[in-house]
């Protein structure tokens, strides 16, 4: 492997734990978003029994072993060194913009989902703002309604109880509030959203449950009486939410906004 051609040192290179050595700053970033794309453009254009296997992350061989996000992952973990570890984040907010910016290319949701499960991954705050616009706001995410959920299960990352940093749980609430508020927010996703929010501040989680009231009753009034399975999805929903709280810090589930909730 070390002799194949494709892994020749490119504008990257490692020596001593890999230093730059050809360019910096801004260049860095934007290689690092040029390889993103193109690697999750190549996989997902090729028929299923040709895509590749081996992946070259700028002179380093990357293994596909499970998904595409993992190779992105192990591109990060194994091979950017710590100095440019913050341009490879916003890398990837690029590189989030720069797919959705073609919604109409047949790899776009499945290379822009790929990015989405890295979010969720390493936690890059600095990816959140395009993720959410491009999901909330976008034609990507018009398009296709599963970025949505795929979208909330990344930022519940950013609020899970070993995420001590007070900054990274202010960020990810503010993206997922701008995701409730988005067009292309499905309020069926109620009670997930609002998860997140409560579990990034709980001190302000009644404020959270009484701003968004209207959310909960219009979920209650749609399926809360509906019969069969879109009744039972709801009061599974709804169980959730309270258990997960409850586990994770219940004096937020005081008498009102259990009231509010269940009506």
Known sequence: MASDSRFNPTPIAAAKGAVLVETAGQGVRRIYADWMVSTLREFHQ????????LFDFLG??????SSMFDVLGTAYERYVPEETRPLFRDAIGDALSSIASEPHLPESVMAFDDLIHLVGEIKPTEALTPMVAAVGDGEIGRRAKRLLKDTIRA???????????????????QATNRLLNSPNFDNDFIFAVTEVM?????????????????????????????????QARYERALKHWINNL?????????????????G
């Open 155 to 173: 930022l519940a990352m950013f609020s899970s109880p070993d995420e001590n940093d007070i900054v990274t749980r202010v960020i990810a609430f």
């Open 246 to 262: 409850t586990a994770a810090n219940p004096s937020v589930l005081t008498p009102e906004v259990l009231s509010i909730v269940r």
């Open 46 to 53: 090729a028929p299923k029994g040709e895509r590749p296997l």
């Open 198 to 230: 409560v579990s990034c501040d709980p001190q302000f989680a009644i404020d959270t449950v009484r701003k968004y009231a209207d959310r909960f009753v219009q979920s209650r009034e749609k399926y809360g009486s509906a019969g069969g399975r879109l």
């Open 60 to 65: 380093k061989p990357v293994c596909l072993e």
